[in-house]
């Protein structure tokens, strides 16, 4: 058994975990282990173990501004289009939780204004721009507010913005989870060399159906 956890959905957004998006759209080939249905149902599912079991779930986000330039590639060769008020940078349905509080990233906070964030709402969405959330200063201190070591790691994509964020996160001690069937890479390849790393590094790989189950 798991408590307390954190449930952290990296990117699960519209332009890369909607149904028209790159990484679950029904016409992506490339990952058949898992179709772009059951994947998204597994996110709504782990949304809502979180929510049912109390948890927090803190959802870094891509999004950029009009005065920002916008980046022209991920280093996982994507579009990004994330652009403020715009339908690609929406949190996809399955993900979104009602009452969520945004920590934009020039915003800044004391240590008693994490907590009591942390305390009052189930979800935070932490604006980023590119696909390393440490970008945004309130996650790792967020993650520190709430003295919670354990995190459950779950989105898009496994083999750039995921990998970096379970790499950084095992190595500042804590424990890492993944639900293998509520993760999407760029390709087949990729997810395989991804799972490996994080094996050796000390992630644990679950699915949904047992993490429900035993969480």
Sequence with gaps: ?????????????????????????????????IDPET????????????????????????????????????????????KRGSKEAKKIKETTVRGAYTMAKTQKFSVAAYKKI????????????GYDVLKNPHFLKMLKAGG????????????????????????????VYIPVDAVKAINEENRRMALVELRRYGAEMWNTEFIIKNT
Excluded at 12 to 25: I, M, N, P, V, Y
Excluded at 148 to 174: N, P
């Design 1 to 33: 058994m798991i408590s307390p956890c954190y449930f952290i959905d990296l990117d699960t957004q519209e332009a890369f975990a909607g149904s028209g998006g790159f990484l679950a759209s029904s016409s992506q080939k490339n990952e058949v282990f």
């Design 39 to 82: 994947f998204r149902n597994n996110l709504k599912l782990l949304t809502k173990h979180a929510v049912r079991q109390g948890w927090k779930i803190l959802s870094p986000i891509e999004v950029y501004d009009e005065d920002e330039k916008k980046p022209a590639k991920t280093p996982a060769g994507l579009s990004t289009h994330c």
């Design 118 to 129: 942390l305390k009052k709402h189930s979800q935070l969405v932490f604006e980023k721009y």
């Design 148 to 175: 919670i070591k354990t995190c459950m790691l779950y989105g898009v994509a496994l083999d750039y913005g995921l990998e970096a964020l379970a790499l950084k996160l095992l190595r500042s001690g804590f424990k």
